[in-house]
């Protein structure tokens, strides 16, 4: 058993507690639920028969020839050329790859969660905060063998708990592949998939039996917001049915004694400003059509980024109060001016409030009792 300290977030094995002194002693145990505790566990990606890994590997590469795999369902031969996420066949595009502790304390652990930043995206969030990585294009391009040849690296010389793969949506083939190269050069411990759930079921049947860990994001609820904000109408529906697809596949979140996560769907929502009611709604579905078990996170860390807040160019038109053209708000002077600030502490609460009245009850939040994290 080990113990998540509430300050620096770092991991106490429980057999060192006899030896602390002074503050950071921690009184009670956390105690993991024995339903979502594991004895041991075997990724599922290890257990995949070779002529599963077989029929995985064609149908990766029939979607790289006529690809429909996200919503966008551009159709396009990635072989020659590219759709919205601009990623092509053989390769894919990617930012950084590094042992990284940025992640929940279950899924970072002692040493890192092992963190593959894809490059690109299916989306075009206009707050988001990974813009020079997601809409930028940078990057190194790698093929399948190259990429796992890096989760070996990781594993190997980082120790790290886990795959972390970030932003895949639209490089779910080279993904698979990827997956399937490493699992014949060694690699032993579990993948996770960190999406903005703007997935489709295709990619999530190809990706079933690969991956151990789903870290979706359910970002936003009405559809004029996710039209407004996401550049995308169709995300709400999306999300909800690759939500519910997750959890059919891995269930809800489970950790082993060591309070490290590996097997399930690890739910986040960032708190947006003016839009607590969304939360509130995003909360309530979740408790009645995924499960009341299901692990969440409500994030607090939004601050402005990407296009939010920037200077506008205002026309003649539109000086004259003639009308806006893209954003329908006629004066407004820094774009997206209603999200251009801090979320508060009032509506990160109501959100919390929704989730608690509706029934779920695991999140990833500081135990007031022990100043342990809540597993
Ligand atoms: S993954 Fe890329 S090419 Fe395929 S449908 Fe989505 S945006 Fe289009």
Not at 215 to 237: G, H, I, M
């Amino acid at each position: 058993m080990h113990i998540f300290t509430r300050h620096s977030h770092h991991i106490i094995p429980s057999s060192y507690l006899h030896i602390l002194r002074g503050p950071l002693i921690l009184k009670r145990f956390i105690g993991i639920p024995p339903a979502f505790l594991l004895d041991d566990y075997t990724p599922r990606y290890y257990l995949l028969s070779s002529v599963d890994a077989s029929k995985k590997r064609s149908l990766a590469y029939a979607h790289l020839h006529e690809c429909n795999l996200c919503p966008r369902k551009c159709g396009v031969n990635r072989y020659e050329t590219t759709g919205m996420c601009l990623i092509g066949a053989e390769t894919a595009k990617v930012n950084v790859i590094a042992p990284h502790r940025g992640e929940e304390p279950c899924i970072q652990g002692f040493h890192g969660s092992g963190s593959v930043f894809f490059s690109g995206c299916n989306l075009r969030c206009v707050f988001c905060q990974n813009h020079d990585i997601a809409h930028q294009r940078k990057g190194f391009d790698l093929t399948p063998e190259e990429l796992a040849e890096w989760y070996i690296k990781l594993q190997k010389a980082g120790n790290v708990h886990n795959i972390n793969l970030v932003t895949p949506e639209h490089v779910v083939p080279q993904v698979v592949l990827s997956i399937l190269a490493a699992r014949d050069m060694g690699l032993r411990i579990p993948i996770i998939y960190n999406t903005s759930s703007f997935d489709s079921l295709d990619s999530l049947k190809l990706l079933d039996g690969l991956v151990d860990i789903y870290l979706p994001d359910f970002k936003v609820w009405r559809t004029e917001t996710s039209k407004r904000l996401l550049k995308a109408d169709n995300y709400t529906a999306t999300a909800m049915e690759s939500i519910k697809e997750m959890h059919r596949q891995v269930g809800d979140l489970s950790f082993t004694s060591d309070g490290i996560a590996k097997k399930g769907v690890l739910l986040r929502h960032l708190v947006m400003p003016g839009k607590e009611d969304e939360g509130r709604e995003i909360m309530r579905w979740l408790a009645e059509n995924v499960s009341r078990d299901l692990y969440v996170h409500i994030m607090e860390q939004y601050h402005p980024d990407a296009h939010v807040g920037k200077k506008r160019r205002v026309t003649r038109r539109a000086r004259m109060g003639d009308g806006d053209a893209g954003e329908g708000v006629a004066k407004e002077q820094v774009r997206y001016a209603e999200i251009n600030r801090a979320v508060r502490d009032d509506e990160i609460s109501s959100v919390r409030d929704a989730a608690v009245k509706a029934g779920l009850w695991r999140f990833c939040e500081v135990n007031e009792q022990n100043s342990a994290f809540h597993l």
